[in-house]
């Protein structure tokens, strides 16, 4: 279960808040007061991924029941999946979840979805793990059916993949035209040219260069397809280590190393550690997350990496988003 968050009074910026399994396993409690306190800071949203339990992370919340959750216990900040695996559910019924969970929530829905990248989660459990190229013309088709269903009185639609005939799908979501899309997913190819067709965001990973590099792939199919680059929200996802102090982190960055038992010396982790992830004291954050603010990224889905504790979390928003 990883809970985003954004603040608002400043750039639109989600952040992943993951939970730590070396901590002992998942606390349904931490997620209730992440929410919560997320909400109280001004964070604009909150996400959720959508995996199934599995040998190397075992304890896992199903990504809409939870959602759903939180939905009744918070009154303002948004509930999104980050990302919703198209394999999981036909879009028919994705497409009736999402305008329920829009309407109870007094439209607070932003719906990520994604192709899925884990043969291990569906092949467990019997579920048909076509080749990536099939799995991505199946999400483009259930975006367009999902969308159809949210605006339409009647859907007919004769996919490779799917098909409905004369789907009716009432109540419509509250949200209008409908639910933000956000689309998951790096590709260069096919994936984003799927956001440039059909979404209102796109999420990748990777680092400032990866992020550049598909930040202008996005921008070549938007101007193919005639889409308007600047209408879509670019988000990317990032791990962030924040203290008040470098004592701190540095105290905090050396417990992990040991209770990893990470082979090596601790100052070659800590090095390769803070190549892959946003880490240090505020002003160290801020130094490393504007290059990706001035690429256009408008929204860092980022996991913190002190969970369950949730004094990244108030930091981050106290002493970094404001900056940003």
Same mark, same amino acid.
């Given at each position: 279960m990883l809970p985003v968050m954004v603040p608002s009074g400043s750039r639109p910026l989600p952040f992943y808040h993951a939970l730590q399994y070396r901590y002992g396993g998942l606390d349904v409690g931490v997620v209730r007061e992440a929410a919560l306190e997320a909400e109280r800071l001004g964070y604009h949203s909150v996400w959720v991924s959508d995996h199934l339990s599995r040998e190397v992370c075992r304890e896992r919340l199903e990504c809409w029941t939870t959602m759903t959750w939180l939905a009744t216990l918070t009154e303002r900040v948004r509930l999104g999946s980050m990302v919703i695996c198209n394999l999981y559910r036909h879009p028919g019924l994705m497409a009736k979840m999402a305008s329920t969970l829009d309407l109870v929530s007094g439209g607070r829905l932003e719906l990520g979805i994604g192709a899925c990248w884990s043969e291990l989660e569906c092949s467990e459990r019997g579920i048909d793990w076509p080749s990536p190229e099939v799995r991505l013309q199946m999400l483009g088709e259930s975006v367009r059916i999902i969308k159809s269903l949210w605006t339409r009185e009647r859907t007919d639609f004769e996919g490779r993949h799917y098909k409905l005939s004369g789907a009716y799908s009432e109540p419509k979501p509250v949200q209008k035209p409908h639910p933000p899309v956000m689309i @998951?997913? @790096?590709?260069?190819?096919?994936?984003?040219?799927?956001?440039?067709?059909?979404?209102?965001? %796109?999420?990748?990973?990777? %680092?400032?260069?990866?992020?550049?590099?598909?930040? @202008?792939?996005?921008?070549?199919?938007? +101007?193919?397809?005639?889409?308007?680059? @600047?209408?879509?929200?670019? %988000?990317? %996802?990032?791990?962030?280590?924040?203290?008040?102090?470098?004592?701190?982190?540095? +105290?905090d960055m050396r417990e992990r190393w040991e209770a990893n038992r990470a082979p090596g010396l601790f100052e070659e982790w800590l090095g390769k550690a803070e190549e892959a992830y946003i880490t240090g004291t505020p002003d160290e954050c801020v130094e490393q997350l504007r290059p990706y603010v001035e690429l256009g990224v408008g929204l860092f889905v980022i996991r913190f990496g002190d969970m369950p504790s949730l004094e990244g979390l108030r930091l981050f928003a106290e002493k970094v988003a404001p900056r940003l």
């Open positions: @998951g997913g @790096g590709g260069e190819g096919f994936t984003l040219r799927l956001v440039a067709k059909y979404a209102e965001a %796109s999420n990748f990973g990777g %680092s400032l260069a990866d992020v550049e590099r598909r930040m @202008g792939a996005l921008r070549r199919h938007c +101007e193919e397809v005639g889409r308007d680059y @600047g209408e879509i929200t670019k %988000s990317t %996802s990032l791990g962030v280590v924040v203290h008040p102090t470098r004592e701190e982190y540095l +105290e």
